[in-house]
């Protein structure tokens, strides 16, 4: 797409508060439905889009004092968001004080833009604000692109985990990076 500048010609980054709920919720359910529609069927695919990307849901994230949102917007649209909070990794890692990457979607048109580049970087911020010294996450083993993109920002691969999508059983790869 011409009209889209690259990452340097984008406004910064904003904390998202309560008010966010009803257009985050948006953005994340489409965006997560674009990344893995491929993956399910359409209804394990709405049932989990209601479950987990819910205008409530949403809300209650943004409240939480151990959990962080960052949204970034184009010229009054949103064009990423990333969430970190304080939870434990499903598998056994030998760090202290690890902060999960929960969620890091950056709509299709900027995609090869290094606006991931700088979303990451605005991630390991607030994760170290939680009090972190890693962060790890979890990705779905055929998401080829998001894991070129996190060895590339520096994560490593720490063990795999399951994840479910409705009834799908889903095998993820668990991906940790230091924050210094
Ligand atoms: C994951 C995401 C944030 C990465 O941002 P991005 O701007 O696409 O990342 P980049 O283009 O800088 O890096 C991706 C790398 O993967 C490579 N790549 C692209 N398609 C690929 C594929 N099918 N298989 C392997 N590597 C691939 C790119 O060439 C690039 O590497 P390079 O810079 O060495 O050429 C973005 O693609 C996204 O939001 N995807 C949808 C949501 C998602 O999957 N989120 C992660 C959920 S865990």
Redesign the pocket.
């Known amino acids: 797409m011409d009209s889209v500048p690259d990452a340097s010609g984008i406004g910064t980054f904003r904390r998202g508060v309560e008010a966010d709920a009803a257009t985050l919720a948006a953005f994340a359910a489409r ?1 997560f439905q ?2 893995f529609a491929h993956s399910t069927s359409s209804a394990n695919m709405d049932a989990h889009l209601a479950a987990a990307y819910g205008v409530e849901q949403q809300g209650r994230e943004l409240r939480d004092p151990g959990s962080a949102t960052l949204l970034l917007e184009h010229e009054g649209v949103l064009v ?1 968001f990333a969430q970190v909070r304080r939870k434990a990794p499903p598998i056994e890692v030998p760090y202290p004080r690890v902060i999960e990457l929960q ?6 048109p ?8 700088r ?1 990451m970087a605005a991630a390991k911020g607030a994760a170290r604000e939680l009090g972190g010294e890693w962060l790890w ?4 083993e055929g ?7 996190y060895a ?1 920002a520096g994560y490593v691969d720490a063990g795999g985990t399951e994840f479910w999508l409705g009834p799908d059983r889903q095998f993820d790869r668990v991906m940790v990076a230091p924050l210094g």
């Open positions: 965006t674009e990344t990423a969620r890091f979607y950056v709509d299709v900027w995609h090869g833009r290094g606006v991931a580049q979303l996450l979890s990705v779905w998401n080829a692109r998001a894991i070129a993109f590339k």
